[in-house]
């Protein structure tokens, strides 16, 4: 099956991505944030996916031995933010990057500010201002860990659709995660996190990861 996207992958394993995370491509993310319902699957076959998404759900249930905590620091502290551009046909390239730092010392872990490497707001407000009116690229934002499974990205807005100061959001089934207001002709960006689904998304994988070892090792 081909996704609009172009991206071409086994109709069984798409289903099954579709009704467990999301309906975006495993790839290039493109899509919809939705999940798939099981009434959208042919009645033969539903009783097998249906089985089949119950057991993968009892997979992420980790054993009460493998039971973790991690250092919110230390989860932050590999948070890696980029804008990327648009390159016809429909293809992203990076733009500016930056590690992002806690602003405030604080211990919250709702939405916490955070501050980006100067040159990233340096490279971001002279690119922009470079920029005609009258160019069909696109900016988006992209979020990644070495612990996501997937990158995270914000929907793509044409440049010239920019105003003077604009919002990039990214969403995670639904559900924001972080947004980056970017002030280009003040050379100010500023970045909003929900530290604790940050950190929700790590343990998961870990948990999975250590899940998957014990298993292995019975």
């Known amino acids: 099956m081909t996704l609009p996207c172009g991206h071409t992958f086994n109709p069984t394993v798409l289903a099954v991505h579709f009704l467990y995370q999301h309906m975006r491509c495993p790839v290039c993310r493109a899509g919809h944030d939705a999940v798939m319902r099981l009434e959208c699957v042919p009645t ?10 119950q ?12 039971l973790i905590a991690v250092n919110v620091a230390d989860v932050e502290q590999d948070l890696l933010l980029t804008v990327e551009v648009s390159v016809p046909p429909d293809k992203f390239s990076a733009l500016a990057q930056t590690r992002i730092y806690r602003a405030e010392p604080s211990v919250g872990t709702s939405f916490n500010a955070y501050n980006t490497q100067r040159s990233f707001s340096r490279i971001l407000g002279t690119f922009l201002g470079r920029r005609t009116a ?4 696109c900016l988006r934002v992209c979020l990644t860990h070495p612990l996501f ?4 990205y914000s929907a793509p807005i044409a440049l010239a659709d920019l105003t003077s100061a604009h919002t990039f959001v990214i969403t995670q089934h639904n559900q924001c995660i972080a947004r980056l207001h970017c002030a280009p002709h003040q ?5 909003q996190i929900h530290t604790s689904t940050i950190v ?3 343990l ?9 070892y014990a298993n292995l090792s019975l």
């Open 55 to 66: 057991s993968m759900r009892e997979s992420d249930d980790p054993p009460a031995g493998l």
């Open 44 to 53: 033969d076959v539903r009783d097998a996916f249906r089985a089949k998404l």
């Open 134 to 137: 009258g160019t069909d690229e």
């Open 149 to 152: 499974e997937l990158a995270l």
């Open 187 to 191: 050379h100010e960006c500023g970045v």
């Open 200 to 202: 929700q998304t790590c």
């Open 204 to 212: 998961a994988r870990i948990q999975q990861a250590l899940t998957q």
